[in-house]
């Protein structure tokens, strides 16, 4: 017997909503998560495009959504997952922790994504002392500062709006020109402290203990620039974190849980859900509707085993 109807791995806005609707569908829940329930919201400064929130910080909330997920009672443990495995027409959800292992009839993936770096010089030496993805845990030691961001999209885009309120200048550098909601790129642009160099490739770093600025190139005029600052965020893409579920032949070529419509993998009773998947739109609101669909689709499986 199994111990749980359904396990689901990761309790980002994706997890906390599958988990919602699978105890509404009275299914047996545990969720899973390596750290704190919330996932990348939590070190988001505002949230401004999830429908009826208006403006809202993104650690309220991903506290919010965790009073809903135990309103209704749902399982949660800290754990991080390193495999899946099928025993005896069993799912098992093997944890790096004391090796514990949860069987389950049925399972969701919605581990989301991780930012992904550069891969340029000296990147690896100031990553964490100078170099960093997360503007809401670092920005506010850079209150005076120099800061460059990395990247034009939508992420970048945003934490740039937040951090040009703390620091001296703000620099941007970026592979094309921006790319994000063209209200927030208008924003920033109209900020006298913030200078923008688009279509740049990013050579790498330089400083000695202490990052001291950044050496990029024109892709255009082949151009060589390099700006001093005192702290580098980076906003450059994402890639999925997926790793343990490799074995289980459900990712595509880029790391991502191949779903459909449903939210159904190719192996029965293994679901995806949000940015984790294949998708063209990784945001709160997307994510929280593949998490809808994903638990509804395991509640029917579960009923029909
Ligand atoms: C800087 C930034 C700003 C953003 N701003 C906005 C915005 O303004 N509006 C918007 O709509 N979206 C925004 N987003 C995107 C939004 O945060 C994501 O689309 C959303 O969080 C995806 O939810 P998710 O549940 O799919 O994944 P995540 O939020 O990534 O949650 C995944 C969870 O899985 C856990 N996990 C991963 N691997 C394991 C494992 N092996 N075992 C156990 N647990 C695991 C993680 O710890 C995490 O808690 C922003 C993202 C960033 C990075």
Redesign the pocket.
């Known amino acids: 017997m199994a111990d749980y109807d359904l396990i689901i ?9 599958a988990s919602i609707y699978a105890a509404r569908a009275n299914l047996s829940v545990l969720m ?19 429908t009826g929130m208006g403006t809202i910080n ?1 650690a309220e909330l991903a506290i919010q959504m965790y009073q809903h997920t135990q309103e209704l009672n749902v399982a949660f443990d800290y ?4 495999e899946i495995r099928e025993e005896n027409g069993e799912k098992l959800v093997c ?2 922790e004391e090796d514990k292992v949860y069987t389950a009839k049925s399972i969701i993936i ?6 992904r770096m550069l891969g340029v010089e000296n990147e690896k030496q100031y990553a964490g002392h100078g170099i960093s ?4 845990c670092d920005g506010a030691a850079c209150r005076g500062k120099d800061v460059v961001v990395v990247g034009g999209g ?3 885009v ?2 740039s709006i937040y951090l040009a309120d703390i620091v001296k200048s703000l620099t941007i550098v970026t592979m094309f020109d921006l790319t994000a909601d063209p209200m927030a790129c208008d924003k920033l642009r109209a900020m006298d402290h913030v200078t923008i160099y688009p279509y740049q490739d990013v050579l790498g770093f330089y400083g000695d203990s202490k990052i001291r600025g950044i050496h990029f190139k024109s892709t255009k005029t082949g151009e060589e620039n390099k700006v001093d600052c005192d702290q580098v965020f980076e ?1 450059i893409g ?1 890639t999925p ?4 579920f490799k074995n289980l032949g459900i990712l595509n070529q880029m790391g991502y849980v191949e779903v459909d419509a449903m939210m159904k993998t190719k192996i029965p009773g293994i679901f995806g ?5 294949t998708k063209n739109l ?7 509707a ?2 809808a669909i994903a638990a509804q689709s395991a509640a029917h499986y579960v009923q029909n085993l």
Request: glycine share 12%.
């Open positions: 791995i990761g309790s980002g806005p994706a997890g906390m909503t899973l998560d390596k750290l704190a329930p919330g996932g990348q919201i939590i070190n988001t400064n505002e949230i401004q495009n999830y993104g754990r991080t997952v390193k944890c790096v919605a581990t989301g994504t991780r930012p993805w997360c503007a809401i939508n992420s970048a945003e934490e906003y994402l974190t997926t790793e343990p859900a949000g940015d984790c998947v990784r945001q709160v609101i997307t994510a929280c593949d998490g």
